[in-house]
């Protein structure tokens, strides 16, 4: 297993796009670089495997500088969105092509293609051609020809892009089963926090070439580093307020109403009078008396997502999201409610 450096890693484009990253993939880790599109996650991947050429910054896998290294001397295995698949060839002769171009004898390739393919789950498809295969099996056949090879790194883009809903969800499972099992350092790309959420070790979550934060899906959904953070992973409401009063358990801070609410300080510095943002999911509040509600407004629209139901409560000042469990209280659209936190915390952000 091999730990990946990206020792300040920059690459700029004529356009002027700058893109940074600076931070290391232990060894064995699935490291997710999660963004919108255009904010550099590709470009990045690109640049581990050898394709694009950092402007600064060095790439290293393990010790071993590779900064300057052609993309197939790398050692590193590729699933692409696409699949990229020969589809002229069987399942077999797919998952074999990495290893006869790496000049490996067949009767050495034959028990190392029926193993690949077990590992994915398609042991009984080696005869069959890629266009009798559905998606899902296709991205396997990919997912197979890439670990084959053992390479030292498993780098994918987007893989799951095509793939319908239910299937997206098993072959992401797939893929971190055979990653783990395989022990491979993976980095992963995608634009679909949940998918990074439910995969990741650790995630990058980026924005305009920057990153914002570094850290595992618990931390990065309950403690954003930034509003762009707090809103871009899962669901929140993002409200500014004012610094009143620091302590060492908690920071008093007021909502732009008055109200009052006592986040745990965060990872930076405050103090009185900053203006910040605090990030308050919609699972932490509910609906309440009005002597414990943190706000009053109407509901506006009300979204029923099967288990739980999220309602948007208005009032001239802000409009909060509350989720709340199906079968407890149910507020009719245009009904006056006061809403509070009743589970968990908010988390100040950087605006
Ligand atoms: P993502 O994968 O997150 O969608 P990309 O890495 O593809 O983002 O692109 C990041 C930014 O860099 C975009 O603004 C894109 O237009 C720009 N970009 C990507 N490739 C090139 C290139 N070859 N030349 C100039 N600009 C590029």
Redesign the pocket.
């Known amino acids: 297993m091999t730990s990946i450096t990206l020792d300040h890693v920059q690459k700029q484009?004529?356009?002027g796009?700058d893109?940074r990253l600076d931070a290391t993939v232990g060894a064995g880790e699935l490291f997710t670089?999660l963004?919108?599109?255009?904010?550099?996650?590709?470009?990045?991947?690109?640049m581990i495997a050898g394709f694009?050429a950092p402007t600064s910054g060095r790439i290293l896998f393990g010790d071993k500088d590779v900064t300057g290294m052609a993309p197939n001397r790398r050692d590193t295995g590729m699933v692409f969105q696409n699949y990229a698949l020969f589809p002229h060839m069987t399942v077999a002769e797919n998952v074999a092509y990495g290893l006869k171009t790496r000049r490996i004898g067949r009767k050495d390739r034959k028990p190392r293609v029926r193993a690949a393919l077990e590992q994915v789950g398609l042991a009984g498809y080696a005869a069959r051609r890629i266009d009798q295969l559905s998606g899902g099996q296709q991205q396997r056949v990919a997912l197979a020809r890439a670990v084959v090879i053992a390479p030292t790194v498993l780098l994918l883009d987007e893989p799951l892009s095509n793939l319908d809903a239910k299937l997206r969800e098993e072959t992401r499972a797939e893929i971190r089963r055979v990653q783990t099992e395989a022990g491979i350092t993976a980095v992963y790309?995608t634009?679909d926090q949940a998918e990074a959420m439910a995969m990741s070790d650790r995630i990058a979550v980026?924005d305009a070439?920057r990153v914002h934060q570094i850290d595992t899906p618990d931390t990065v959904y309950h403690c954003p580093a930034t509003a762009f953070v707090a809103r871009f992973i899962g669901r929140s409401n993002v409200v500014p307020v004012r610094v009143e009063h620091v302590e060492e358990q908690s920071v008093r801070v007021s909502l732009s109403d008055g109200a009052a609410v006592t986040p745990p300080p965060p990872n930076f510095e405050v103090a009185a009078g900053d203006e910040l943002a605090l990030s308050i999911r919609p699972e932490t509040l509910g609906f309440t008396t009005p002597e414990d509600g943190l706000f009053k407004g109407r509901v506006s629209v009300r979204e029923f997502n099967g288990a739980t139901s999220t309602y948007t409560v208005a009032s001239e000042e802000m409009s909060l999201q509350v989720t709340v469990s199906d079968s407890g209280t149910r507020p009719q659209l245009g009904d006056s409610v006061s809403v509070g936190i009743t589970a968990g915390r908010p988390w100040l952000v950087r605006p």
Not at 35 to 46: A, D, E, N, V
């Open positions: 484009y004529d356009s796009t893109i670089l963004g919108p599109s255009g904010c550099g996650k590709s470009t990045l991947l690109r694009v790309v634009h980026l070439g």
